[in-house]
C-alpha cells in the first residue's frame, strides 16, 4: 500500500503542476507533463505492470487518456471541441480515490473509443485504444512487419540511435546527412517522431546498420524539426552501385501500442550533392526496392537536409 500511495502522490502532483502550466498559458510546458504523465500511467496500466490491480489499471488508462485528450486540444487551439481544463480539473479526483474505490464513476465522460482497457484475444495484454490521438490520412498495413515494431513498454521513448563519424579514408568521400525537418499535415498528431536512416543496395539489402534520430519535440507547423547529423557509416565511393539513402518518419501510437511508419523518402547516389537538399515524401510501406512508389501528398511538403561530403 505504501508503494501505492507514494506513486499515486507523485503523479497527483504531477497533475497539479501541468494544470498551473495550462493555467497560465504557459502550453508547451503543460503538453509536456501531461504526456510524461500519461505515458508512466500507461505504463502502469499495462498487462505485465503488478502495482495495480484491473480495476484500478482501467481508471489509469481512462486518466491517461483525458491528458492525451487534453494535450491534442493544447496544440490544436481552433478545435472547439477539444478536452477542457475544467475536465481535467475533476480528474484529481479518479487518482485520489483509486485505492478506496469510493468513487464508483469516472468523474467527466470520456469518448468510448478513446479508453477502451481491453484485453486483446491473441495476447492477452491490455491495450488503450486512443482513436483521435493521431490523424492517419492513409490507409494502414500495420501487419507488415517490416514499418510496424512492438513497444514492450508503452509510452517509451526511442532514444536515438546515431554513430560517430567513420575515420576518413585517403581517395575517399565520407558523407554526413543533416535532417533539417520534415513538412507533414497535422503534425501535432505525431506521438515521439523519429526518423530511421539506412543504407540500402539495389535489392532492398542493408549496406550498413540503420541509425536512429533522437525523438523530436520541436515543430513549427507544418514542420516538425530534427536538426541531427547522421554519419553514413561507409564512403561513398565503397557503397555498392545503386545504393539508396532511406528515410522513414516513424511515431508512436498508443492506439496499438507500436511504432509505425507514416512515410519516407530516399536519395540515389547521383543526388548527393553539398548543401541543401529537398526530396519528396512517399506512401508507406517502404519500397526499399523503388519500383512502387506513390507520393504521401499533392500539397508541397518534403523532407529537408543539408548534405556535408569530406573529402581529401
Not at 546498420?209 to 565503397?238: C, L, N, W
Not at 496499438?256 to 507514416?262: A, D, E, F, Q, V
Amino acid at each position: 500500500m505504501g508503494d501505492k500511495n507514494k506513486v499515486l502522490a507523485r503523479w497527483r502532483t504531477s497533475l497539479t503542476r501541468g494544470i498551473g502550466h495550462d493555467s497560465w498559458g504557459q502550453l508547451v510546458e503543460a503538453v509536456d507533463e501531461y504526456q510524461m504523465l500519461s505515458k508512466q500511467l500507461l505504463r502502469e496500466s499495462s498487462f505485465n505492470a503488478t502495482l495495480f490491480n484491473d480495476n484500478q489499471k482501467k481508471t489509469l488508462s481512462k486518466v491517461a487518456a483525458c491528458l492525451a485528450l487534453r494535450s491534442k486540444a493544447l496544440q490544436s487551439p481552433h478545435d472547439t471541441d477539444g478536452f477542457t481544463l475544467e475536465e481535467l480539473k475533476k480528474v484529481d479526483s479518479a487518482l485520489e480515490t483509486l485505492l478506496s474505490g469510493a468513487q464508483t464513476e469516472f468523474p467527466v465522460a470520456v469518448p468510448a473509443e478513446a479508453a477502451l482497457f481491453r484485453p486483446t484475444t491473441q495476447t492477452g495484454n491490455f491495450e488503450l485504444d486512443l482513436d483521435g490521438d493521431e490523424i492517419d490520412d492513409d490507409q494502414e498495413n500495420e501487419e507488415s512487419g517490416t514499418n510496424t515494431a512492438v513497444v514492450t513498454s508503452p509510452g517509451i521513448k526511442p532514444l536515438g540511435k546515431l554513430f560517430p563519424m567513420i575515420p576518413h579514408e585517403k581517395g575517399t568521400t565520407n558523407l554526413t546527412v543533416r535532417v533539417e525537418k520534415i513538412g507533414l499535415k497535422s503534425i501535432s498528431s505525431y506521438l515521439d517522431p523519429f526518423i530511421t536512416v539506412s543504407l540500402k543496395d539495389s535489392k532492398g539489402v542493408d549496406v550498413t546498420k540503420a541509425q536512429e534520430t533522437p525523438v523530436s519535440t520541436k515543430r513549427e507547423d507544418p514542420y516538425i524539426i530534427f536538426g541531427v547529423d547522421v554519419h553514413m557509416q561507409r564512403p561513398i565511393e565503397k557503397m555498392p552501385k545503386g545504393t539508396a539513402i532511406f528515410f522513414e518518419f516513424k511515431h508512436f501510437k498508443v492506439k496499438k501500442r507500436t511504432i509505425s511508419t507514416k512515410c519516407f523518402a530516399f536519395m540515389e547516389m547521383d543526388e548527393l550533392k553539398p548543401g541543401p537538399v529537398v526530396i519528396e515524401l512517399y506512401e508507406k510501406p517502404t519500397d526499399f526496392k523503388r519500383k512502387k512508389l506513390s507520393l504521401l501528398t499533392t500539397k508541397p511538403l518534403y523532407l529537408h537536409l543539408y548534405l556535408q561530403l569530406l573529402t581529401d
